[in-house]
Every structure is written in structure tokens, then in C-alpha cells.
């Protein structure tokens, strides 16, 4: 297993990276609305818990990420309060951050923290020119 991955579920995740999600399958606007995306916008999706020292640092990373691409939208969700939406998106640690387009499909996902110039990269393509 690679350095940086930990087994989840008998799969490999990324901690801390920005990967690409598994399928990319389109949400349903009813999860996405409870979820408080906003439709035609580019979200920053944070699931997190009370007590979880890494979520305060991405919602840091994440606010300034925000800050810099006004496109974009950051909203955390408490995961405990959200356990259907947790089931239905396989969230299995926190923080967990899902890159929601504007069409509401996941493009990518992270666990852990990631630094804010991957955030950015991640972002680019899904941004106006």
C-alpha cells in the first residue's frame, strides 16, 4: 500500500490528497439541498465531527481557498446530524471533503487535509476561464 493510504473498507483511500471520486455520478438535488448546495455553484462539501481537531484546520484551508476563488462555496456538514447522507456518499472518516460541480456531481474527494495549493488544482477545471 502506498505511503500517505489507509485501508478503508478493504480500499485504499488518499489522507490528506485531493483525488478523483469514483464515479462522478450526478446527486439528487433533494440530498444536495439537505446538504445545503446550492445548485449551479461549485461547493466545497466538509463533512465533519465536534471534536475533530484535522476538520478545524481544512475548514481554515477551506475559508481561504473561498476567500481567494469567489466562485466557489464552502459549506460543512455535521456528519453525526447526517448519518443517511453520510451512508449514501460513503463517508467513513472525517474531515471529508467532497468538490461538488455546478451540474451537482462529486469530481473529487479528500480525506484528512490537503494543502491549499491541491485545493486550488482541484478546483481549476471546474471554474470560468
Given at each position: 500500500m ?5 485501508p ?10 485531493v ?15 439537505r446538504?445545503?448546495?446550492e445548485?449551479?455553484r461549485v461547493?466545497?462539501v ?61 469530481t ?17 477545471d471546474?471554474?470560468?476561464a
Open positions: 502506498a505511503e500517505g493510504t489507509v478503508v473498507g478493504g480500499v485504499a483511500e488518499q489522507t490528506g490528497g483525488t478523483d471520486a469514483r464515479d462522478g455520478e450526478l446527486l439528487d438535488p433533494a440530498l444536495l439541498e446538504l445545503g448546495v445548485p449551479g461547493t466545497l466538509q463533512f465533519s465531527t465536534a471534536f475533530c481537531a484535522p476538520c478545524r484546520a481544512l475548514r481554515r484551508v477551506s475559508a481561504e481557498v473561498v476567500a481567494l476563488l469567489p466562485d466557489v462555496r464552502h459549506v460543512e456538514v455535521d456528519a453525526e446530524s447526517h448519518l443517511d447522507e453520510v451512508r449514501a456518499l460513503s463517508i467513513w472518516r472525517t474531515p471529508t471533503l467532497l468538490i461538488v460541480d455546478s451540474d451537482g456531481r462529486v473529487r474527494r479528500a480525506t484528512g487535509v490537503p494543502t491549499k495549493p491541491h485545493l486550488i488544482a482541484a478546483l481549476a471546474l471554474l470560468p
